[in-house]
């Protein structure tokens, strides 16, 4: 079945550092694919989403490129804030009756000053 | 725009205790569902609906119920509610190119 992995945290930069979380899928077809954050007490959150290959979703100072050929769709962000302290999580979706979305586990990034 | 209201924030159940969770959101989506969060479980589709007047089993619905009263509104009941039930609950819906979470509902059944 379908499924999502992501890079386990948790992760801790120093503001202004270079983010990547790394994201690798399995799917059939063209799923389309989602950056999710949740902010501490908070509900999900879509960051960003690409729906096919080679499209780069970007939000925030956020960027994530649809991959193909790696199957992969890596969350980037130049320099970070201690205000971009949360959990990010990778996620796919597949049209089907309904909008069927598969998580993955969630990455925890923590920003010190 | 209020997006996904999910009430109440909190609850604390004694084991057996019933209660229903709402959900209602106001950007006249088709699909909802509900999911709960737990450590180290990632989030987990309890139930979802795909349209008014449809629901379907996801991945934990033993010990579940929903109805999905209108196009507005989901609410998601425990029955009978047992520890393995404590959690945080979220309420989303969807337009097909994302979802919209609620802020969620902590519970606690001691």
């Known amino acids: 079945g379908d499924s999502v992995t992501q890079m386990e945290g948790p992760v801790t930069l120093s503001e202004e550092a270079f983010l990547t979380i790394n994201c690798t899928y399995t799917a059939t077809g063209y799923p389309s694919l989602f950056w999710y954050v949740q902010y501490p007490g908070e509900g999900l959150q879509l960051l960003l989403k690409?729906?096919?290959?080679?499209d780069k979703g970007s939000n925030k100072g956020f960027e994530a490129t649809y991959r193909k050929e790696t199957t992969s769709f890596h969350l980037e962000k130049g320099s970070v804030q201690v205000s971009d302290s949360a959990v990010y999580f990778c996620?796919?979706?597949?049209?089907?009756?309904?909008?069927?979305?598969?998580f993955g586990p969630g990455t925890s990034l923590s920003v010190i000053p | 725009n209020a997006g996904v209201t999910q009430t109440p924030k909190f609850q604390v159940l004694k084991t057996g205790q019933s209660m229903t969770l709402q959900c209602a959101q106001d950007m006249n989506h088709n699909s909802m569902y509900w999911y709960r969060q737990d450590p180290g479980m990632g989030l987990r589709l309890i139930y979802y609906s795909a349209s008014e007047g449809t629901t379907d089993k996801g991945e934990v619905p033993n010990g579940y119920n929903v109805s999905r009263l209108n196009k507005r509104e989901f609410s998601l009941r425990l029955e009978s509610a047992a520890p393995s039930q404590t959690s945080v609950y979220f309420c989303?819906?969807?337009?097909?190119?994302?979802?919209?979470f609620g802020a969620g509902t902590r519970l606690s059944v001691l």
């Open positions: 996620a796919l979706s597949q049209k089907t009756s309904y909008d069927k979305v598969i």
């Open positions: 690409a729906t096919k290959a080679d």
């Open positions: 989303a819906s969807s337009d097909g190119r994302g979802q919209y």
